[in-house]
T-cell receptor, first 112, second 113 residues
Framework: DGGITQSPKYLFRKEGQNVTLSCEQN?????MYWYRQDPGQGLRLIYY???????QKGDIAEGYSVSREKKESFPLTVTSAQKNPTAFYLC???????????FGQGTRLTVV | GENVEQHPSTLSVQEGDSAVIKCTYS??????FPWYKQELGKGPQLIID?????GEKKDQRIAVTLNKTAKHFSLHITETQPEDSAVYFC????????????FGRGTSLIVHP
C-alpha cells in the first residue's frame, strides 16, 4: 500500500540531546513538508522540500534541521537549540503544486 | 505571505444538526482550498477541496463554498453524526506562497449523541 510513514510514534528526549524523526513516503511525491502542532496553534510549517537535494525554511525553522538526499525520505532533526521541542510533529507529502497533502500519523516528542 | 483565519475554535452540536466552519484568507492569488479532518492521535486527512474556478462543491453530507471576492470559504456538514467529532483544518495555497499550504488553527467539532 502506498503511503507516508513516520517513526517513531512516541519519542522521549533528554534536554541537550539532538533527535531525528523519520519520514518516508512511497507515493513518488516531489514535495515533502514538516509541520509542528501545538494545542490551539494549528499546523505551523517548519521546513519544506519541493525537490531532492533542496529544501527551504518555513515559519518556525529555528532549532531544526532537515535533509532531502532521496525523494522518498525527509528526516527532521530537532536540535538542542530548540528551546521548546515538546510537540506533535507531522510530515506530509504532495505530488504537485496545489494538490492534496498526505500526512503521516505523527510523532509525539516529549522532553524529559 | 498567506494568512488563514479559522472560526470557531470549538463547535458543539447535537447529532443531526448542521455544522458550519468558516475561514478567511489574505492572499488574493491563492487558488486551492482543502479541508482536512484530524482524529485524535492521527494525521489529518483530506475530506474535500475546492479550486478558485468553482463556487461550491458537495460530497454527500459535506460541502464547501468559496467567495473569492470576500476571500472566505466555508465547510458545511449536514446531519452530523458522532463520528464527525474531530478537529477540522482549512488551508489555502497558491503561487503567492510557492504553493505551500497555509493552515488555519483548527476547529474542534463535538457532536453529542
Amino acid at each position: 500500500d502506498g503511503g507516508i510513514t513516520q517513526s517513531p510514534k512516541y519519542l522521549f528526549r533528554k534536554e541537550g540531546q539532538n533527535v531525528t524523526l523519520s519520514c518516508e513516503q512511497n507515493l513518488n511525491h516531489d514535495a515533502m513538508y514538516w509541520y509542528r502542532q501545538d494545542p490551539g496553534q494549528g499546523l505551523r510549517l517548519i521546513y519544506y522540500s519541493q525537490i531532492v537535494n533542496d529544501f527551504q525554511k518555513g515559519d518556525i525553522a529555528e532549532g531544526y534541521s532537515v535533509s532531502r538526499e532521496k525523494k522518498e525520505s525527509f528526516p527532521l532533526t530537532v536540535t538542542s537549540a530548540q528551546k521548546n521541542p515538546t510537540a506533535f510533529y507531522l510530515c506530509a507529502s504532495s505530488s504537485n503544486r496545489n494538490t492534496e497533502a498526505f500526512f503521516g500519523q505523527g510523532t509525539r516528542l516529549t522532553v524529559v | 505571505g498567506e494568512n488563514v483565519e479559522q472560526h470557531p475554535s470549538t463547535l458543539s452540536v447535537q447529532e443531526g444538526d448542521s455544522a458550519v466552519i468558516k475561514c478567511t484568507y489574505s492572499d488574493s492569488a491563492s487558488n486551492y482550498f482543502p479541508w482536512y479532518k484530524q482524529e485524535l492521535g492521527k494525521g489529518p486527512q483530506l475530506i474535500i477541496d475546492i479550486r478558485s474556478n468553482v463556487g461550491e462543491k458537495k460530497d454527500q453530507r459535506i460541502a464547501v463554498t468559496l467567495n473569492k471576492t470576500a476571500k472566505h470559504f466555508s465547510l458545511h456538514i449536514t446531519e452530523t453524526q458522532p463520528e464527525d467529532s474531530a478537529v477540522y483544518f482549512c488551508a489555502a495555497s497558491g503561487p503567492g506562497g510557492s504553493y505551500i499550504p497555509t493552515f488555519g488553527r483548527g476547529t474542534s467539532l463535538i457532536v453529542h449523541p
